[in-house]
């Protein structure tokens, strides 16, 4: 369970280097970490690159090469193309051994106060965190063996709107973390954004449990931070013929006084039928 471990991850006293802790475990393997711990690591790691003037992440693509198991995992950031403008910085995920386990290519862009001119804005009409009952505790939720500490059951507090895990088609959850994805450091916006935009296929898959998913890639839009700890998604998959799809969401947050919507995020995956 997530009091038994201080955080996803562990720093130690390489500052490249982090510990996996088994709240970084995805439900379908039986050690192998969850796409959006990965990709919340790797957010709070390049966060830390110095820019040249004030940004924020506008995108992150992560490719994973392979499942990512349970072991320290060593973060290589280097700055690819430096500006006052635009940053974008590439980061490879390997092994203590030198295997490359994933990459992820980040781009920053200079803030401003610039305020956008009027205009129709579009407000998420679904009922907000605080209006839907939480599962009772204990509950299984998503997939994975019961009693497993897991990111989804362990590191993560949902509530679902429509659809979900259980419900196969569209789908729309809230969620917000119940720790910190690295010890002694409070998650931040784009880390909250990133990991909930990985659950993405699993609340709008429209296969039954006889197709599996190989989820090679993500991609994640940001048109600005979200506000709060609560990260609404939600979320369609389409499917081709060829043996793979897309599932396509939106991010919001909970600001009831501005455009709520945070960002657009997709993501490929294949389905071999087992």
Wanted: proline share 9%; aromatic share 8%.
């Amino acid at each position: 369970m997530s009091q038994d471990f201080p955080a996803v991850y562990l720093p130690t006293s390489d500052p490249n280097t982090y510990e996996s802790t088994p709240l970084s475990n995805a439900g379908w393997y039986d050690e192998g970490q969850h796409g959006g711990s990965v990709a919340a690591l790797i957010v709070g790691h390049v966060d830390k690159v110095p820019t040249l003037t004030p940004m924020e992440i506008s995108r992150i693509t992560l490719e994973l090469f392979r499942v990512v198991p349970l072991i320290p995992l060593t973060i290589d950031a280097k700055v690819v193309r430096e500006g006052k403008k635009i940053q974008v910085v590439k980061a490879e995920v390997t092994s203590q051994e030198g295997q490359l386990l994933a990459m992820a290519v980040v781009q920053r862009l200079r803030t401003d106060d610039r305020p956008a001119p009027d205009q129709e804005t579009t407000v998420l009409k679904l009922p907000m965190p605080d209006d839907i009952p939480a599962r009772p505790l204990g509950e299984p939720w998503g997939v994975g063996p019961a009693g497993k500490t897991m990111f989804h059951r362990d590191a993560i507090e949902f509530r679902e709107i429509y659809g979900g895990f259980d419900t196969p088609g569209p789908g729309a959850i809230w969620l917000r973390m119940k720790t910190q994805i690295i010890a002694g450091e409070d998650p931040t916006p784009p880390q909250r954004a990133v990991a909930v935009a990985d659950f993405c296929n699993g609340i709008s898959r429209e296969l039954d449990d006889d197709w599996l998913f190989m989820n090679p890639d993500l991609s994640v839009h940001l048109g600005r931070y979200p506000v709060g700890e609560w990260v609404a998604l939600e979320a369609v998959s389409h499917y081709s013929d060829l043996g793979r799809g897309i599932a396509a969401g939106t991010l919001w947050d909970t600001t009831r006084s501005e455009e709520r919507r945070v960002g657009k995020e997709c993501r490929s995956r294949w389905s071999p039928y087992h």
